[in-house]
C-alpha cells in the first residue's frame, strides 16, 4: 500500500506511538473533517497494524461490535464482530462517534479499555485476552455533543485523551495543495476564505466550514470548475440552507475572486 499523507498538527504521532506501546486506549475529540480518520489511518500504516473502524450509530448493537451466531447450509457458526477481530488478531479498533452509540452497546467496552484488556463474548462464553498489538480508539465530536448524550465519566476516565482542531492556515494550505494537487496561490485564498467563514458567528451557520470541504473546492478548481462556484457548492451550500445566509456568504467569496480572476 502506498504511504499514507498525514500532516502532523503538534505532538499527536508521538502520543499515541507512547499509547500504542504502552497499551492505553485513546479519545479523540474534535470537529467533522478536521483529519481524525485520516491520523488513525496513519498510525495504523506507521505502526504496521490493521485498522477496524465501526461509526457508531444509535442503532449499533453489541453484537455488531462483538459478533453473532450466523447460519449457512452447514448449520450455525459464530462470526467475530470487528472489536472481536481487533482483540483476536490485534489491531487498532476505532469507534467513530462513540456518543452517538448507545451506552448499553459501548459497555463491552469497559474490561478492554482498563487494566484487565479483556472481552468477555456472552454468546459463546468465551473471554478473550486482548492480543498485544489491540489498540482501542473512540472519537467524538464534542460540538454535537447533548446534555444527555455525553461521555459516561466513568468511560471517559479510562482513555488518554487528545483533541483535534482544524489546522493553522499554513498547514491547512499545505493539506489542500498535496491532496488536491492545485497551486498555493489558490490554496492561499481559498484558506483565507474559509477561515473568515469560521470567524462568522451567523445563525445560521451551524458548523465551520471543515478541511474535507476545503479539499474538495480544491479538486474542483485543480479539475477546471469556476472557482465561485466551486466555494457554493463544495462550502456555502454546505452550512446554510438559509436563502439570505447563502447570498451573504457568496458576496464574502467574490471579494476574493472578482478580483483577480
Ligand atoms: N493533518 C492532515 N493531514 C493530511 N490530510 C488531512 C489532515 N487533516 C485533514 N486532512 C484532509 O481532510 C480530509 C478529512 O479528514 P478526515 O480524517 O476524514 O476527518 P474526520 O475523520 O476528522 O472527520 C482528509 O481526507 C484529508 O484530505
Ligand atoms: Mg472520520
Redesign the pocket.
Known amino acids: 500500500m502506498s504511504q499514507i ?5 503538534e505532538n499527536e504521532v508521538d502520543l499515541f506511538t507512547h499509547a500504542a506501546k504502552l497499551n492505553l486506549p485513546m479519545l479523540i475529540k ?10 488513525i489511518e ?1 498510525m495504523g500504516q506507521q505502526l504496521n497494524r490493521d485498522v477496524y473502524t465501526v461509526v457508531c450509530h444509535d442503532d449499533l448493537s453489541t453484537a455488531d461490535l462483538v459478533g453473532r451466531y450466523l447460519i449457512d447450509e452447514n448449520g450455525t457458526y459464530w462470526q467475530d464482530g470487528p472489536l472481536t477481530e481487533a482483540v483476536r488478531n490485534g489491531g487498532i479498533c476505532y469507534l ?1 462517534e462513540i456518543i452517538e452509540a448507545r451506552k448499553d452497546t459501548t459497555v463491552v467496552l469497559h474490561s478492554l479499555a482498563d487494566y484487565r484488556r479483556v472481552l468477555p463474548i456472552d454468546k459463546t462464553g468465551e473471554t478473550i485476552e486482548a492480543h498485544k498489538d489491540f489498540m482501542l480508539v473512540v ?1 467524538y465530536n464534542p460540538g454535537y455533543q447533548s446534555m444527555l448524550k455525553g461521555m459516561k465519566p466513568s468511560t471517559k476516565q479510562r482513555f488518554i485523551s487528545l483533541s ?1 482542531e482544524y ?1 493553522h492556515a499554513e ?1 491547512e494550505e499545505a ?1 489542500v495543495i ?2 488536491s494537487g492545485i497551486d498555493s496561490e489558490t490554496a492561499k485564498k481559498l484558506v483565507k476564505i474559509v477561515n473568515e467563514l469560521r470567524q462568522l458567528k451567523e445563525s445560521e451557520i451551524h458548523e465551520d466550514v ?3 470541504l ?2 474538495y473546492t480544491a479538486k474542483l478548481i485543480k479539475e477546471g470548475f469556476p472557482p465561485k462556484e466551486a466555494c457554493r457548492h463544495a462550502i456555502v451550500e454546505s452550512l446554510t440552507d438559509d436563502d439570505e445566509t447563502i447570498a451573504v456568504l457568496e458576496q464574502l467569496v467574490s471579494l476574493h475572486f472578482d478580483t483577480d480572476i
Open positions: 499523507y498525514y500532516l502532523e498538527q474534535g470537529p467533522t473533517g478536521c483529519g481524525k480518520t485520516r491520523f496513519y467513530d472519537s483535534f489546522p498547514e493539506i498535496k491532496e471543515s478541511t474535507r476545503l479539499v
